[in-house]
């Protein structure tokens, strides 16, 4: 099975902490949680419809199969 792998940077970035004046001054908590859904919901679908990327060519992913079974 090959694996199918993103290489568009923003997909990967760190998670943010927020401190509680933060989501204050986004609206409450409400409106918060609201605005994450969003941007989860839009990572989500870009990670979808994201090009599948192929690490290894069809003669890589033959010589390491051979190499899997010849290591087992």
Request: no cysteine.
């Amino acid at each position: 099975m090959k694996p199918e792998i993103s290489d568009n940077e923003s997909l990967w970035k760190a998670h943010k902490s927020y401190t509680p004046e933060e989501v204050l001054a986004a609206g409450g908590t409400t409106a918060f949680a609201q605005k994450r859904t969003e941007e989860t919901e839009a990572a989500i679908e870009a990670l979808k419809n994201a090009p599948p990327i192929e690490p290894f060519s069809d003669e890589g992913w033959a010589k390491l199969m051979d190499e899997v079974t010849r290591d087992k």
